[in-house]
């Protein structure tokens, strides 16, 4: 079956940096993508990895190893703003996306 | 848990015809309901946002007379694509946001086909 697997729930300190790890399971694949929520808010768009390797943008990073279905969101210079779910999806073959639960980071002062 | 179940999963569809993709949630009441479009290999797009009992809002550039969105109960949201054209071939999916712990609930996905 296809599957996401991320942690529920994480506690970082402001400033601090962070490692959101995501394991993945599909039929084909396509692509990975994260997305940010608040809560209330529509998910917005971080970062889409097809090839492996670690891709920078500012404060974020993300990672994908397509031999270990993996990947990680890398978030640096924590801010309390940064407190949201992150949530990993992967595509599979179909272009179908497939969600993991999110994971909620708490960010402490 | 809570769900959304979005339907159909997959639909073909001659030009000139209207489609009507349902996302209902289970278990909760939505009073919002996200609808995004989203092209192989790039970012979903929010296209609108669906409030129960009044008037959807929608993003800029996105056509209201073509996407109509209709959230008739709080366990119901519609999106139908009126005058089906090639281009409007995509995936849609819908999102409910959650409460309490839990950010987002996400429909399985629409994947249209116009011919």
């Known amino acids: 079956g296809q599957n996401i697997d991320q942690p529920t729930e994480m506690t970082a300190t402001e400033g601090a940096i962070v490692q959101i790890n995501c394991t993945y399971q599909?039929?084909?694949?396509?692509?990975l993508f994260w997305y940010q929520q608040h809560a209330g808010e529509a998910p917005t768009f971080l970062s889409y990895n097809v090839l492996d390797g670690l891709e920078e943008k500012g404060r974020f990073s993300s990672f994908l190893s397509r031999s270990k279905g993996y990947s990680y969101l890398l978030l640096k210079e924590l801010q309390m703003k940064d407190s949201a779910s992150y949530l990993c999806a992967a595509m599979d073959s179909n272009y179908q996306l497939i969600w993991g639960a999110g994971t909620k980071l708490i960010i402490k002062p | 848990g809570a769900v959304v179940s979005q339907h159909p999963s997959w639909v073909i569809c001659k030009s000139g015809t209207s489609v009507k993709i349902e996302c209902r949630s289970l278990d909760f009441q939505a009073t919002t309901m996200f609808w995004y479009r989203q092209f192989p290999k790039q970012s979903l797009m929010l296209m609108a946002t669906s409030n129960e009992g009044s008037k959807a809002t929608y993003e800029q550039g996105v056509e209201k007379d073509k996407f109509l969105i209709n959230h008739a109960s709080l366990t119901l949201s519609t999106l139908t694509v009126t005058s089906a054209h090639p281009e409007d071939s995509s995936f849609y999916i819908c999102?409910?946001?959650?409460?309490?712990?839990?950010?987002?609930?996400f429909g399985q996905g629409t994947r249209l086909t116009v011919v």
């Open positions: 999102s409910a946001p959650g409460t309490g712990d839990t950010e987002a609930f």
């Open positions: 599909t039929s084909g694949f396509n692509g």
